[in-house]
């Protein structure tokens, strides 16, 4: 089965197709932008199979050495979905030799057990999944294992994988996760260790000389917001792990039914808001890598930096297998500049319900806050605060994809169209623009 998915943080599956005798296939009726072509993993005796624990499986299924299934493979050729090669597809254009090859992959063997990290025992009652270190946002390759007195048993292709372990015991959450290296050799006696999570510590502060005395800022709201393949939010509150939910459900219309259960993972954030002391206590943190939200009404402020001892946070996000040692240094900077502004059509008519959003020259994906977002009004004005000093591009797209700008190859293709902005320190800047109609 062949799919064309949108690019964006959450790429949608736009259409299906399923190839002839000769390996060919044809998708038409495609809105123009920009897709991913993807070939699902053709089934096997494996799917039918390995997932379900049993002693009584066939000797040659024991040992995970068969190679009948094709593992999800992305144009042109990769089956990391990072590496997949973008398709710029205009109005009225036709892409051809849109060709893959796709290859049989063979499963290991993984056996290990669920431990509960406060008493050393195992945890007989869990929900286990296997979740590709690479695996995008929407999670569709992960898979739930099941266990047997807290032992499981499950084939997967070699491969970067974690092993997440949910549990709950009288209303309090545990989780783990392991990081496994899947090769041509089984792996044996892996030990996944769920706790309650741990507490990090952090201070928000503003002034990093002698002279600023590095002054506490309280009422800064932070949040831990864990990265993919996490999916915090796509499950109904509360905020609980329910890795039974069938993702299904948030899928396109003709979406092939593989008869998969997929499972989200899904934690939820950790939050808080500093003291007057500017300190801020973030409890039940699990092993994840986040991003770190900083958020407070003042206008004159912004995010400067996010150290943990020697980490810079702001570039590298925070990542987190244990408890840490240090503490978090959030530093606010105070001299935040402004933007007012104004969007109009060609002709000069103002735009109302127009996106707007200003992009920093040194845009990195993972820092949203640096991304800033307005709506224009029914005179096609906006407002945009908080906006550290620097150097900006400012678009308003008719019509995109919500985070599509977090991207470089979608701003690729609207190089020159944006305005570009430059942010004083305690300035209020104003600035007229166009609006880009859909991408054609």
Same mark, same amino acid.
């Given at each position: 089965?062949?799919?064309?998915?949108?690019?964006?943080?959450?790429?949608?599956?736009?259409?299906?197709?399923?190839?002839?005798?000769?390996?060919?296939?044809?998708?038409?009726?495609?809105?123009? #932008?920009?897709?991913?072509?993807?070939?699902?993993?053709?089934?096997?005796?494996?799917?039918?199979?390995?997932?379900?624990?049993?002693?009584?499986?066939?000797?040659?299924?024991?040992?995970?050495?068969?190679?009948?299934?094709?593992?999800?493979?992305?144009?042109? #050729?990769?089956?990391?979905?990072?590496?997949?090669?973008?398709?710029?597809?205009?109005?009225?254009?036709?892409?051809?030799?849109?060709?893959?090859?796709?290859?049989?992959?063979?499963?290991?063997?993984?056996?290990?057990?669920?431990?509960?990290?406060?008493?050393?025992?195992?945890?007989?009652?869990? %929900?286990? =999944?296997?979740?590709?270190?690479?695996?995008?946002?929407?999670?569709?390759?992960?898979?739930?294992?099941?266990?047997?007195?807290?032992?499981?048993?499950?084939?997967?292709?070699?491969?970067?994988?974690?092993?997440?372990?949910?549990?709950?015991?009288?209303?309090?959450?545990?989780?783990?996760?392991?990081?496994?290296?899947?090769?041509?050799?089984?792996?044996?006696?892996?030990?996944?260790?769920?706790?309650?999570?741990?507490?990090?510590?952090?201070?928000?502060?503003?002034?990093?000389?002698?002279?600023?005395?590095?002054?506490?800022?309280?009422?800064?709201?932070?949040?831990?917001?864990?990265?993919?393949?996490?999916?915090?939010?796509?499950?109904?509150?509360?905020?609980?792990?329910?890795?039974?939910?069938?993702?299904? /459900?948030?899928?396109?219309?003709?979406?092939?039914?593989?008869?998969?259960?997929? &499972?989200?993972?899904?934690?939820?954030?950790?939050?808080?808001? &500093?003291? &007057? /002391?500017?300190?801020?206590?973030?409890?039940?943190?699990?092993?994840?890598?986040?991003?770190?939200?900083?958020?407070?009404?003042?206008?004159?402020?912004?995010?400067?930096?996010?150290? =943990?001892?020697?980490?810079?946070?702001?570039?590298?996000?925070? %990542?987190?297998? =244990?408890?840490?040692? #240090?503490?978090?240094?959030?530093?606010?900077?105070?001299?935040?500049?402004?933007? /007012?502004?104004?969007?109009?059509?060609?002709?000069?008519?103002? =735009?109302?319900?127009?996106?707007?959003?200003?992009?920093?020259?040194?845009?990195?994906?993972?820092?949203?806050?640096?991304?800033?977002?307005?709506?224009?009004?029914?005179?096609?004005?906006?407002?945009?605060?908080?906006?550290?000093?620097?150097?900006?591009?400012?678009?308003?797209?008719?019509?995109?994809?919500?985070?599509?700008?977090?991207?470089?190859?979608?701003?690729?293709?609207?190089?020159?169209? #944006?305005?570009?902005?430059?942010?004083?320190?305690?300035?209020?800047?104003?600035?007229?623009?166009?609006?880009?109609?859909?991408?054609?």
């Amino acid at each position: 089965a062949i799919e064309f998915r949108t690019s964006g943080t959450l790429p949608n599956v736009w259409r299906v197709a399923q190839t002839n005798s000769r390996g060919e296939y044809q998708i038409t009726g495609l809105p123009p #932008g920009q897709y991913y072509v993807n070939v699902a993993g053709k089934p096997g005796i494996a799917d039918t199979f390995i997932p379900q624990y049993s002693k009584g499986l066939p000797t040659q299924l024991q040992d995970y050495g068969f190679s009948d299934y094709y593992a999800s493979t992305y144009f042109p #050729g990769t089956t990391d979905p990072w590496s997949a090669a973008r398709l710029d597809l205009l109005a009225g254009s036709t892409k051809n030799n849109v060709d893959i090859q796709i290859s049989p992959v063979s499963y290991r063997r993984i056996r290990g057990t669920v431990i509960d990290d406060a008493t050393g025992m195992r945890v007989s009652s869990a %929900q286990l =999944m296997i979740v590709p270190r690479d695996a995008p946002p929407d999670s569709r390759r992960t898979r739930n294992i099941s266990l047997q007195k807290g032992a499981f048993e499950y084939g997967a292709i070699p491969g970067s994988y974690f092993l997440v372990a949910f549990a709950n015991e009288a209303g309090q959450t545990y989780f783990g996760r392991t990081a496994i290296e899947v090769g041509k050799d089984p792996i044996d006696n892996i030990s996944v260790r769920v706790s309650s999570g741990f507490r990090v510590t952090g201070r928000i502060f503003s002034g990093s000389s002698e002279a600023d005395a590095r002054s506490a800022i309280s009422n800064v709201f932070v949040t831990l917001r864990p990265n993919p393949p996490s999916e915090p939010g796509i499950l109904p509150p509360p905020t609980q792990p329910d890795l039974k939910r069938d993702l299904r /459900d948030f899928q396109a219309p003709g979406v092939l039914n593989d008869g998969f259960i997929r &499972s989200a993972v899904a934690l939820p954030a950790a939050a808080a808001t &500093s003291d &007057s /002391d500017g300190r801020v206590n973030l409890a039940g943190v699990a092993s994840w890598h986040y991003t770190v939200e900083v958020k407070t009404s003042l206008e004159e402020f912004y995010v400067k930096s996010i150290r =943990m001892g020697s980490r810079d946070v702001f570039r590298d996000d925070l %990542q987190l297998d =244990m408890p840490p040692a #240090g503490i978090l240094e959030i530093e606010l900077g105070r001299d935040a500049g402004s933007l /007012d502004g104004r969007v109009a059509d060609e002709r000069s008519k103002p =735009m109302d319900n127009i996106r707007v959003i200003l992009v920093p020259a040194d845009a990195r994906p993972n820092r949203a806050d640096r991304f800033k977002v307005a709506w224009t009004g029914p005179v096609g004005n906006f407002r945009m605060i908080q906006i550290p000093p620097g150097d900006y591009t400012l678009y308003a797209w008719e019509n995109t994809e919500d985070d599509a700008w977090r991207d470089p190859e979608f701003l690729r293709l609207y190089k020159g169209r #944006g305005t570009p902005v430059h942010i004083r320190a305690r300035t209020a800047e104003h600035v007229e623009t166009r609006v880009i109609p859909p991408w054609f």
